[in-house]
């Protein structure tokens, strides 16, 4: 088994911390669940509000780009995870679309700034494994910050706005649907309801036990709203037009 410590150690900048995942003998997994600090107790999400309006999400078939059921051309599974999927048969999860207007729409609404974002549209019975996140999506979307400096507390680069992660919800909850974080599960959310959780320590799994596919807009980058939703324990009321 590989020295997870030394090999943290190791990591200088941002696509040190990219390249650590990369390698098929590391095991994504245990790594990051070894280094969480989450423990029974701790905060597992907040819901911060919700993003109203008459909208409706559809994903257009030009947009998708990942499918669950192909690991191989996806270039967003990491080397360090196909070990975990093929032990225990897990695929991708879910059906990867690239933001349409809705989404930016929705992500500029959060004051969103120097972020990512895509739609998973998880199908019926697909299941997201248990994982801690690594942002490294972040990384990969943003080539030109690869060199910066890591910051091993933060997992991001140092001296830069602290990067969150929020979930919207696309469409109102339905019975199957399942969302965990930590020891706790998110449901019953309506249209437009905005999550955001600690993406640096917190476990999380979804799965799909429904009958019809799970629409969610994942964003991921630095926002000013968000930091002041959170230590202000304000709740977000916001319509698009």
Excluded at 13 to 21: A, E, N, R, S
Excluded at 31 to 38: A, Q, T
Excluded at 198 to 208: E, I, S
Aim: overall charge negative; charged content about 25%.
């Amino acid at each position: 088994m590989k020295n997870y410590q030394e090999l943290y150690e190791r990591v200088d900048t941002l696509q040190d911390w990219v390249d650590l995942f990369q390698d098929e003998d590391f095991e994504y997994n245990d790594f990051l669940l070894s280094i969480s600090e989450y423990k029974l107790g701790d905060e597992c999400y907040r819901v911060l509000g919700n993003i109203s309006g008459d909208w409706e999400y559809s994903p257009q078939k030009d947009d998708l780009v990942a499918s669950f059921d192909d690991i191989e051309n996806n270039k967003y599974v990491l080397k360090s995870e196909k070990s975990t999927f093929k032990k225990y048969n897990y695929n991708y999860g879910y059906n990867k679309y690239s933001p349409d207007e809705l989404s930016t729409k929705i992500a500029k609404a959060l004051n969103f700034d120097n972020y990512v974002c895509n739609v998973n549209y998880q199908p019926t019975g697909c299941v997201v494994n248990l994982h801690v996140d690594s942002l490294t999506c972040w990384t990969l979307d943003y080539p030109d910050y690869s060199h910066l400096k890591f910051d091993k507390k933060l997992r991001q680069p140092a001296n830069y706005p602290t990067l969150h992660r929020v979930f919207v919800a696309l469409s109102d909850w339905q019975p199957g649907w399942m969302w965990q974080f930590g020891d706790e599960y998110w449901s019953g959310w309506k249209k437009g309801d905005v999550v955001w959780f600690d993406w640096r320590h917190v476990p999380h799994a979804t799965a799909n036990a429904g009958y019809a596919p799970r629409p969610v807009l994942k964003i991921s980058g630095q926002s000013t709203l968000i930091d002041s939703l959170l230590s202000e324990n304000k709740l977000l009321n916001t319509k698009l037009d």
